[in-house]
């Protein structure tokens, strides 16, 4: 049974691998896995159809067989859980592993997201340049916190697992920003990230459907 997955038809990134489908990309390239993407618009991921694969309207999805699933974290979970490559063997190790999945996406995660919403849908409004500060502040702490745990080890706990897969995903997003530059252990984490050659293959695959579709390349 094919996997399938969607993705945008027209990535809001441009192409720069931020949207979720990303995640779900490299685990499928990290654990051999081949698949299918279907494209989807802004206007056909409100229709009937895509919503009852993804009840919030969103990307991506996961299809193989008759299982369908929403929601990235998860996705990537399931995909660690059945194909080797992205949790370890050893039991607690493993446990280990998918703490560190939800710590990107519970802890990391989210006020990183509140940051971006706040700098597009609020730059605007006069409360802004008074919570961005503060906004950046709580990123900044949990940097800070994740960095010393991680201290000059290549992965979060030993071998790469989903949950460097996913907090790499996480810290990316702050690309650009100025708030990775006082934690150099950090952007070198990133760094080893995407290196990796399924990493590559992944960003390579979506970022050819944003210059397949847009006008300027």
């Keep these: 049974m094919t996997i399938t997955i969607t993705a945008f038809e027209r990535s809001p990134d441009r192409g720069r691998g931020m949207a979720r489908d990303m995640r779900v990309r490299w685990a499928l390239e990290e654990t051999g896995q081949p698949y299918d993407v279907r494209l989807v618009s802004f206007r056909a991921m409100r229709e009937p159809a895509h919503i009852a694969l993804q009840p919030f309207g969103q990307i991506p999805t996961y299809e193989e067989g008759d299982l369908a699933l929403f929601e990235s974290g998860g ?6 859980e059945r194909h080797s490559g992205l949790l370890p063997d050893d039991a607690n190790a493993r446990s280990r ?7 990107a996406l519970n802890t990391m995660e989210p006020p990183i997201v509140e940051r971006e919403a706040a700098r597009y849908l609020e730059s605007d409004k006069p ?17 800070g916190e994740l960095s010393l745990r991680l201290g000059d080890a290549d992965w979060l706990d030993g071998a790469f697992s989903a949950g460097d897969l996913l907090m790499v995903t996480v810290l990316r997003r702050l690309e650009g920003s100025g708030l990775l530059n006082d934690y150099p252990n950090l952007s070198a984490y990133i760094a080893r990230g995407q290196a990796r050659p399924a990493y590559r293959r992944a960003f390579d695959a979506q970022l050819a459907v944003f210059t397949a579709v847009s006008p300027d390349g």
């Design 75 to 80: 996705i990537v979970l399931h995909i660690a």
């Design 127 to 143: 409360w802004y340049e008074e919570r961005r500060p503060v906004v950046e502040e709580r990123i900044r702490k949990r940097l």
């Design 97 to 103: 592993a998918i703490t560190w999945m939800f710590a």
